[in-house]
């Protein structure tokens, strides 16, 4: 029974039972999916939180939710083989809810304070495997049964959520622990499999101009003393009293918050390393490009990530409006010539190929996401939420470094995520705390 699409090919159907339902991948899920099983982008969260928590009450809260969005509740099956240019074959992936597992929860529990972080770490380069799993899986790091302060560590496979999806997940996961009573009373969020992102958006095949493949612009490649296929991530927050004045000036300069978390870190850069230009993928949200527009609360992955070039000047402010600015244009002309999230064709091939393997498997230099207001509080009955990390991997390809932007609670939470096989923590930390000296100074 078609349900959510407006092409034929996207439709959700009942499985036979009528106790089901299920979809094909869209492209973008599939390559997501694809990179996934090799450890390419999985998603990771933790949400650390103080209060005695009890494991039994996580996992209710992980029934609810799988019961409040269908992509929870879904899992991969593969059909017929396909062909896809250059010539490879591969089995048409499936989404499908029925005979989906609960989704796995563990509890570890370490005397050592940094425990999540290891957990965190071995997390961050295992894909979910193969078989009737849901696309997440949820661990909680303690130090006892009684410990006053737990890490709730989040798994994903990207092709199922977004920052946005990741957000909302966190949210609803700590309103149930909060009050699960209020919670149940909530009615699911979404009633079928949303569709893939290619199914609402315009089609604009041979429309506009043809424009050049823009190559990737990579850093100076670095001596990184013990090198590791590790991914890493920095944590900075930026408090109120520096994000409100930092708010005035963007408005007053006519940019954006993402122009200026981009300008920050590509002049740190241009200090570091005397650039005058660098490539930026940025993540943009798709939901309200649309037709018609997806809602907020959609769980799914509805991004496109958009490469663009800049010059790099000593003026912050010219820089951060041509960040914001390049990115507006290309979503409005040329979306899809910016995308680098596609099947790769043989120009990708041509400009990529040689350099990413060069270059310890790095593309560009930098890529941002400015994912807006999280939506979580610090306070969620007997428990508080005291911090959270983001992070995706990018061992197996990816930026330098990578920037994830979120805000909350009138501050501005800040992920540097990078690969210990390409740069030093030393490096990174110098990076981030220029970049962040500039948006501190910007207000």
């Known amino acids: 029974m078609p349900a959510l699409s407006s092409r034929p090919e996207m439709v959700v159907e009942k499985s036979e039972d009528g106790l089901g339902e299920t979809r094909p991948l869209g492209e973008q899920e599939q390559l997501l999916n694809k990179l996934h099983a090799r450890g390419g982008l999985i998603a990771m969260q933790a949400l650390h939180v103080r ?3 009890d494991p039994a009450l996580v996992k209710r809260a992980l029934t609810w939710l799988q019961a409040q969005h269908p992509m929870l509740r879904a899992h991969i099956r593969y059909g017929k083989i396909v062909w896809h240019l250059p010539p490879v074959a591969y089995r048409q992936p499936w989404f499908d809810t029925e005979g989906t597992t609960e989704i796995p929860l563990q509890v570890f529990d370490s005397a050592d304070p940094d425990a999540w972080r290891k957990v965190f770490a071995a997390e961050i380069r295992t894909p979910i495997p193969n078989g009737n799993h849901p696309r997440l899986r949820v661990t909680i790091v303690r130090q006892s049964p009684d410990a006053d302060l737990n890490h709730i560590v989040i798994c994903a496979d990207h092709a199922t959520l977004d920052a946005r999806s990741a ?3 966190a949210r609803q996961l700590l309103e149930f622990l909060a009050d ?8 699911p969020m979404d009633t079928t499999l949303p569709p893939p992102i290619e199914a609402g958006l315009p089609n604009t095949s041979g429309s506009g101009k043809a424009t050049t493949y823009t190559p990737a612009i990579r850093l100076p490649k670095q001596k990184v003393p013990d090198p590791k296929k590790e991914t890493r991530v920095l944590a900075r927050h930026l408090d109120s009293t520096i994000t409100t004045p930092l708010d005035d000036a963007i408005k007053a300069n006519r940019t954006t918050l993402h122009g200026a978390i981009t300008a920050a870190f590509l002049l740190a850069m241009r200090e570091r390393y005397r650039l005058d230009a660098m490539t930026v993928l940025t993540t943009v949200d798709l939901r309200r490009l649309c037709e018609p527009a997806l809602p907020h609360e959609i769980y799914g992955c509805y991004i496109d990530i958009l490469r663009t070039k800049h010059s790099i000047t000593d003026d912050f402010w010219s820089t951060a409006r041509d960040a914001s600015f390049k990115v507006i244009t290309a979503l409005a002309k040329n979306k899809e010539s910016a995308s680098i999230l596609k099947f790769p064709k043989w120009e990708v091939y041509r ?4 350099p990413t393997i060069r270059n310890k498997r790095r593309i560009d230099g930098l890529a941002v996401t400015t994912a807006g207001e999280s939506g979580l509080q610090d306070s969620y009955g007997t428990y508080t939420l005291e911090d959270v990390t983001r992070a995706i991997s990018i061992d197996m390809f990816g930026p330098s470094l990578t920037v994830i932007a979120n805000e909350r609670l009138g501050g501005l ?3 540097v995520v990078y690969t210990a096989i390409a740069m030093s923590e030393d490096e990174v930390r110098w990076l981030t705390d220029n970049a962040v000296a500039r948006l501190e ?3």
């Open 180 to 187: 699960p009573a209020v919670a149940q009373q909530e009615p």
């Open 51 to 53: 209060g005695r928590l």
């Open 441 to 443: 100074s910007a207000g």
């Open 351 to 354: 400009y990529e190929a040689g």
């Open 413 to 415: 939470d800040l992920s």
């Open 167 to 169: 957000n909302m997940f």
